[in-house]
């Protein structure tokens, strides 16, 4: 793909990863663009070159590996690996599960509780929830809610931050506190919902020896 056409496609979508060789002019371009959230940009961006100049130049970058050319399939086999480890981990993260059932709510204002009436939760995540009621809690708020997670019925108590609402009763929760076991119970559910495996099938790769170093560099 040309270094254009890369540009556009970058521009209008989300790439989990990006592999850019850095002995092209281009590259640096593209390393730079700036997505209209974070959400936007990449989840693992792996730089190749042989030049060492180059290589130096992508390693102040927002690269997460550097590869020197030329690499070795085993190499690239176990970079790509960790790089499916880390984008399978921030979709983990964001992994909201659609649900609806009940939920026992409560927003504290000026050190009184206030019920939330005919809450339920709308979606969950490994962080928060959406939770429906006749009003929403104000933005910032403390919530409290209790739920029962759906077959197991296990109780889970959580104390979340608002961190928006509308005009419809709708709040975004952001969990603060879940006591350790039912965290446990909560991660365990929707680990098993969510379609995201943590682990990848190990691939057999041909043997080379051709010379190649990876350095692994985390986002600053």
């Given at each position: 793909?040309?270094?254009?056409?890369?540009?556009?496609?970058?521009?209008?979508?989300?790439?989990?990863?990006?592999?850019?060789?850095?002995?092209?002019?281009?590259?640096?371009?593209?390393?730079?663009?700036?997505?209209?959230?974070?959400?936007?940009?990449?989840?693992?961006?792996?730089?190749?070159?042989?030049?060492?100049?180059?290589?130096?130049?992508?390693?102040?970058?927002?690269?997460?590996?550097?590869?020197?050319?030329?690499?070795t399939p085993e190499l690239l086999g176990r970079t790509l690996k960790a790089g499916y480890g880390l984008i399978?981990?921030?979709?983990?993260?964001?992994?909201?599960?659609?649900?609806?059932?009940?939920?026992?709510?409560?927003?504290?204002?000026?050190?009184?509780?206030?019920?939330?009436?005919?809450?339920?939760?709308?979606?969950?995540?490994?962080?928060?929830?959406?939770?429906?009621?006749?009003?929403?809690?104000?933005?910032?708020?403390?919530?409290?809610?209790?739920?029962?997670?759906?077959?197991?019925?296990?109780?889970?108590?959580?104390?979340g931050k608002v961190m928006w609402s509308d005009n419809q009763g709708r709040a975004g929760i952001q969990f603060?506190?879940?006591?350790p076991l039912e965290q446990e119970l909560l991660r365990g559910w929707l680990s098993s919902l969510c379609p995201?495996?943590?682990?990848?099938?190990?691939?057999?790769?041909?043997?080379?020896?051709?010379?190649?170093?990876?350095?692994?560099?985390?986002?600053?």
């Amino acid at each position: 793909m040309s270094g254009e056409s890369a540009q556009v496609s970058a521009d209008n979508r989300k790439f989990d990863l990006l592999m850019l060789d850095f002995d092209e002019p281009e590259a640096l371009q593209l390393v730079d663009f700036r997505a209209v959230d974070l959400w936007g940009y990449p989840s693992v961006v792996i730089a190749i070159a042989s030049n060492p100049a180059n290589m130096k130049r992508a390693l102040s970058k927002r690269v997460h590996f550097v590869l020197q050319k030329p690499f070795t399939p085993e190499l690239l086999g176990r970079t790509l690996k960790a790089g499916y480890g880390l984008i399978v981990n921030e979709k983990r993260t964001a992994f909201r599960h659609a649900v609806h059932f009940p939920a026992s709510a409560s927003f504290l204002e000026n050190n009184v509780k206030n019920p939330l009436q005919n809450a339920s939760v709308q979606d969950i995540s490994f962080t928060g929830i959406c939770l429906q009621a006749d009003t929403a809690a104000p933005k910032d708020a403390t919530v409290f809610i209790d739920f029962e997670l759906p077959d197991s019925h296990a109780p889970i108590s959580a104390i979340g931050k608002v961190m928006w609402s509308d005009n419809q009763g709708r709040a975004g929760i952001q969990f603060r506190f879940i006591p350790p076991l039912e965290q446990e119970l909560l991660r365990g559910w929707l680990s098993s919902l969510c379609p995201w495996d943590v682990e990848l099938r190990p691939k057999s790769f041909g043997k080379n020896t051709l010379h190649a170093v990876a350095v692994p560099k985390r986002i600053q």
